[in-house]
């Protein structure tokens, strides 16, 4: 891990999941965000620091530069019917696959 | 009773084949010829893959309840481990080099954590040892992300409508420690007693610790 001071949000930004699907696209990918969050909007939680980006080491190649990742929390029942009102849900999230809501 | 032998499955019979469930022939075939083919190459040598397993092997969760106790005993190690887990899991003694950055989550009268990685498997190793195998069960992974009050229900874990509960999904390059409330009536206790009460299950959130006795 590095220090991720490049990182472009910080807590307390709304942010959206881009809404992609790169396994679609006919090629071999390795993608750590799940389909549930895609196209979804959350709050930056916290800057976790910066990481060498694991869809690329996947693929035996350096993954650099390093990307920020981020914890972002969802509101439960945003993402799904019933649940509690107040529970929410905290998923890992690099920085390529965020966006500012719009 | 003619065929009583083949008839059906002896489940007490002391001399039954252990049954086997692990890979397919094809992922244990390709598992050797990957790590004959590190060893040949000279990325690393079959005693440093069986130390690493040895490793492995004596990690458990009795070293993550250890950190609990001390956490609940002792309120400067408490800032630590949340601060900084790996050194504060270091200062007692756990082997924390080389394992994936940790954070540990502290539950409260008010929230509640749970632990899930919905993508595959990833687990505090390093701190509980090997996951437990509805851990990586399919079903588990998704339904505590969807369903999680329905997940903690079934474990038996009553958690009341107003706690705020969060779940976590380790999906990148952190792992999560559940950081459980100290039980009450636990104020006589000292640490090792403490940590007697301090389960798996509950530093991965499905359960609480375990009341005295």
Not at chain 2, 66 to 80: H, Q, S
Request: proline fraction near 10%; charged fraction near 25%; include cysteine.
């Amino acid at each position: 891990m590095t220090p991720a001071a490049s990182a472009r949000f910080r807590p307390g930004d709304r942010v959206r999941v881009r809404d992609a699907w790169p396994e679609e696209g006919g090629r071999r990918v390795h993608i750590r965000t799940p389909h549930f969050v895609r196209g979804r909007v959350g709050e930056v939680e916290r800057v976790l620091g910066a990481f060498a980006n694991p869809e690329d080491l996947a693929f035996g190649k350096p993954g650099l530069p390093p990307q920020p990742l981020y914890h972002v929390r969802f509101s439960q029942p945003e993402l799904w019917p019933g649940g509690g009102r107040t529970d929410t849900l905290t998923v890992d999230i690099y920085e390529s696959w965020l966006e500012a809501p719009r | 009773m003619a065929g009583h032998h083949h008839d059906h499955i002896h489940a007490g019979d002391p001399h039954a084949p252990v049954a086997e469930h692990g890979p397919s022939p094809e992922y244990l075939l390709l598992e050797r010829a990957v790590r004959e083919l590190l060893v040949a190459k000279g990325v690393f040598a079959a005693d440093d893959m069986r130390r690493q397993i040895d490793l492995t092997d004596s990690r458990n969760p009795a070293m993550g309840a250890k950190l609990v106790a001390r956490a609940w005993t002792d309120p400067a190690f408490r800032k630590k481990l949340l601060a900084e887990p790996k050194a504060a899991a270091g200062e007692m003694g756990i082997d924390v080099s080389n394992t994936p950055e940790l954070i540990v989550l502290e539950n409260t009268p008010t929230r509640h954590h749970l632990v899930v990685c919905t993508l595959c498997s990833c687990y505090p190793k390093a701190i509980l040892g090997i996951p437990p195998a509805w851990y990586k069960s399919a079903a588990y992974r998704a339904r505590a992300v969807k369903d999680p009050r329905g997940v903690l229900a079934e474990f038996g874990t009553a958690l009341p409508p107003e706690i705020e509960l969060r779940v976590v999904d380790s999906t990148a390059d952190l792992r999560y420690l559940v950081l459980p409330r100290r039980p009450a009536g636990t104020d006589g206790l000292d640490e090792a007693a403490l940590a007697a009460l301090v389960t798996r299950d509950s530093m991965i959130g499905v359960s609480h610790p375990l009341s005295p006795a």
